[in-house]
């Protein structure tokens, strides 16, 4: 079946560095993939998504690497704030209408 | 604009009782879900609907049920609690389903389950 897992439950960063959060993913059939952010007693937030045939897509202060060869998926915060302290979830699909598999999450913290 | 919107924030059920989750949504959107949250884990889809008047199981759909009787509102049934049920609860909703493109799908706040 389908499985989306992260490597670190847990990262520490500096206020001002910038945080790199990974995912992996099982099924190589999958062809959209989504970052979200969910803040303590909230729903998730959707931060940035990016499709199979692109392997970067940037927004604000963020950034997502695709890298379809060893099934990996990465988050890049710049310059990471108080703010972003939250857990983050990667998601993927495979095709068009197909439902979303959540990864475990990942607790940002930002210590100032 | 409230966005999605669930009721109740929080209840305590004993094994065996019955209640109803409400999602509203104001943002005219055909798509929405229901998903639960254990501890440690993500999000994992119960059951959604594709429009009004519509239901699909996803991937954990067993003791639970839904209704889409108005385009704006998805009910999620639990005829008979147990304490396996006893999680966070999302509701969400959507303009177009997952994996098109730029399409962002609104979560609304959880209601925490807690059956004894």
């Keep these: ?18 945080s790199i959060i990974n995912c992996a993913y099982s099924n190589s059939a999958s062809d959209y993939f989504i970052w979200y ?3 303590s007693g909230k729903g998730p937030q ?10 970067k897509r940037q927004g604000q202060r963020v950034t997502v690497l695709l890298n379809k060869t060893v099934k990996h998926l990465s988050l890049q915060i710049a310059a990471t ?4 302290s939250a857990v983050y979830f990667c998601a ?16 940002l913290m930002v210590k100032p | 604009n409230a966005g999605v919107t669930q009721t109740p924030k929080f209840r305590v059920l004993k094994t ?9 949504q104001d943002m005219n959107h055909e798509y929405m879900y229901w998903y639960r949250q254990d501890p440690g884990m993500g999000l994992r889809l119960i059951h959604y609907s594709v429009g ?62 807690t059956v004894l």
């Design chain 1, 92 to 107: 993927q699909s495979r095709r068009a209408g197909n439902m979303l598999t959540f990864g475990g999450g990942t607790r």
């Design chain 1, 1 to 18: 079946g389908e499985s989306v897992g992260l490597h670190l439950p847990t990262l520490s960063v500096q206020e001002g560095d910038n």
């Design chain 2, 52 to 113: 009004e008047g519509t239901t699909a199981k996803g991937e954990v759909p067993d003791g639970y049920n839904v209704s889409r009787l108005k385009k704006q509102n998805f009910l999620l049934g639990l005829e008979s609690a147990a304490p396996s049920q006893t999680s966070v609860y999302f509701c969400a909703s959507s303009y177009s389903f997952w994996g098109h493109r730029n399409n962002e799908q609104f979560f609304g706040p959880g209601t925490r389950l």
């Design chain 1, 81 to 84: 704030q108080p703010g972003d």
């Design chain 1, 46 to 55: 959707f931060i940035i998504d990016i499709r199979s045939n692109m392997d």
């Design chain 2, 16 to 24: 065996g009782q019955s209640m109803t989750l409400l999602c509203a």
């Design chain 1, 37 to 39: 952010k969910q803040e």
